[in-house]
């Protein structure tokens, strides 16, 4: 006779919350149609699959913060020029964007409790995205604009194959979410972000003439409709073009999918509930709003931009006022450090806030500290704010990756590993001081102009992702040599067995 446990008591044991949340993100002993728990591999793709986008992401990332140590002299500099460009890229496309994508094909289906529309589009995906931004880094490197256009066409493919394969995704949701809408709103925010992006690389770009193309009618007709977007971007400045392209893409596609979907994952492993949906709905709406003036107003050059740096600031107080009434109910004492990770992250949005209403203010002259000045406000919210709250929720969401990819067919029949021996949360504590030390010395170096210094929290930050890395390869190695060992009956067991 097989004796085996019971699904939600070896799911307890392993380390998940127990029972009494919602039915959605809890196992049951009666489930026969798979195995579910806070990230259920009923609607979930194949692990494998997130899994390929977040190890290039890291590979990225590892690579950008080695380029920050091998050439300082990037952040003491003004920002627009093509090694701050590059590297920028590199963190925004290869890690960040890599990331966030592989995330939203686990995490979507889960969310909205419907399957992903297709895992084969989104490994057709992940080879586009692979080639169109490690083509683009190249590219902007050397400052070959007619070949970051070639390869940001490439990135488009895998853009629109990301954005049709969620889109499909949402419209099987059976019901409609404030995480929905971030998510949807997040996929508008990217698309507009590519094509703000292509046109401004169409814009640097010089054209051959078309008399000779007469017998190539299609080329001459991209030509001209190439000719035809760089003079439309002519119309604007190329600094401001710039700008409003990044904060569409940061604020519209990063920080949107990490307000929305936080209102999943942080009751999720913090066992509470969101407190109010209307405020939580107020949040996302007021940051679309506030965005999309802020977008049309710093390409302009309109001193209206103010006004909208306020609504996006209130959008995200109104967020941290929901947050903060969801950990204030939640039935977890204590916060693991993936968690406290995530909400510093967060906390760095206020004195970034403050920084953006500096920066947005209609007489602030331009010279070299407030151009230092603008570097800090993109490296805070890209390595600080971004960056920072990715790498606590992927302490949080690999490891469930992994466990269940791995040991769920094994639930009740073997010993499994517990998720807090799958990573070590010593590195975790390590690595949390020393990125924040990284970022203080990092933004201090930028704003003294001083690459030494630059250099320095350079290094801090590399040896913090070096022991997350350490940490992902502890979790990751079940994957590739699962530990299992043979389940030790208790004394009522053996008596059921026999």
């Not at 939600?8 to 149609?33: C, I, M, N, Q, V």
């Not at 490690?134 to 990301?162: I, P």
């Not at 710039?242 to 904060?247: D, E, I």
């Not at 029949?413 to 010593?426: I, K, N, V």
Request: charged content about 10%; glycine content about 8%; aromatic content about 10%.
């Amino acid at each position: 006779m097989e004796v085996s446990l019971p699904k939600s008591s070896a799911l307890k044991r392993a380390g998940f919350p127990s029972p009494g949340l919602p039915a959605t993100l809890y196992p049951s002993d009666g489930e026969r149609d798979g195995v579910r728990g806070p990230l259920q591999t009923v609607n979930a793709p194949s692990v494998s699959l997130p899994l390929r986008f977040m190890l290039a992401g890291i590979l990225s990332l590892l690579v950008g913060v080695g380029w920050l140590i091998a050439r300082p002299d990037i952040l003491a500099s003004y920002h627009y020029n093509q090694h701050v460009i590059a590297v920028t890229h590199l963190f925004v496309l290869g890690f960040i964007c890599s990331v966030v994508m592989g995330a939203m094909y686990q995490l979507v289906p889960v969310a909205l409790e419907t399957k992903l529309y297709s895992e084969r589009l989104a490994k057709w995906q992940f080879a586009f995205h692979v080639v169109g931004f490690v083509g683009m880094v190249l590219m902007f490197r050397v400052w070959n604009m007619k070949q970051v256009g070639h390869f940001g066409c490439v990135m488009l493919v895998g853009v629109g194959l990301f954005v049709f394969n969620i889109v499909r995704t949402l419209l099987r949701a059976p019901k409609w979410s404030v995480v929905a809408s971030a998510i949807a709103a997040a996929l508008g925010w990217i698309s507009l972000t590519v094509i703000a992006g292509l046109s401004i690389a169409a814009a640097k770009c010089t054209y051959e003439s078309t008399a000779g193309l007469a017998t190539a009618g299609g080329v001459r007709s991209i030509i001209n409709g190439l000719r035809s977007v760089a003079g439309f971007m002519s119309h604007f400045d190329q600094i401001s073009a710039m700008h409003a392209h990044a904060h569409a893409g940061v604020i519209g596609f990063f920080v949107m999918l990490i307000v929305g979907v936080s209102y999943k994952l942080v009751p999720m492993f913090a066992l509470s509930e969101v407190q109010n949906q209307r405020r939580a709905a107020l949040s996302v709406l007021l940051l679309n709003l506030g965005l999309a003036g802020a977008f049309v107003t710093i390409l302009l050059r309109s001193p209206w931009k103010l006004a909208f740096a306020f609504v996006i600031i209130l959008s995200l107080a109104i967020y941290g006022l929901e947050l903060r009434a969801i950990l204030r109910a939640r039935k977890r004492a204590r916060l693991d450090w993936g968690i406290r990770t995530f909400l510093t992250a967060l906390a760095l949005l206020a004195p970034l806030s403050l920084l953006a209403l500096a920066l947005s203010w209609p007489k602030l002259p331009l010279n070299e500290f407030t151009g230092q000045l603008e570097n800090v406000y993109g490296f805070v919210g890209l390595l600080g704010v971004v960056t920072f709250a990715i790498v606590g929720m992927l302490y949080k969401i690999l490891p469930f990756l992994v466990w269940f990819g791995v040991y769920s067919p094994h639930i009740g029949r073997a010993q499994l590993p517990l998720l807090a021996e799958m990573g070590s949360e010593r590195l975790q504590i390590a690595g949390y001081w020393s990125y924040l030390a990284g970022l203080a010395v990092t933004v201090a170096g930028t704003i003294g102009l001083n690459p030494a210094g630059i250099r320095a929290g350079s290094a801090l930050l590399a040896l913090s992702l070096v022991m997350f890395a350490l940490n992902a390869a502890r979790v990751l190695k079940h994957f590739f040599r699962p530990q299992l060992k043979p389940l030790a009956l208790t004394t009522a067991l053996k008596k059921a067995a026999a």
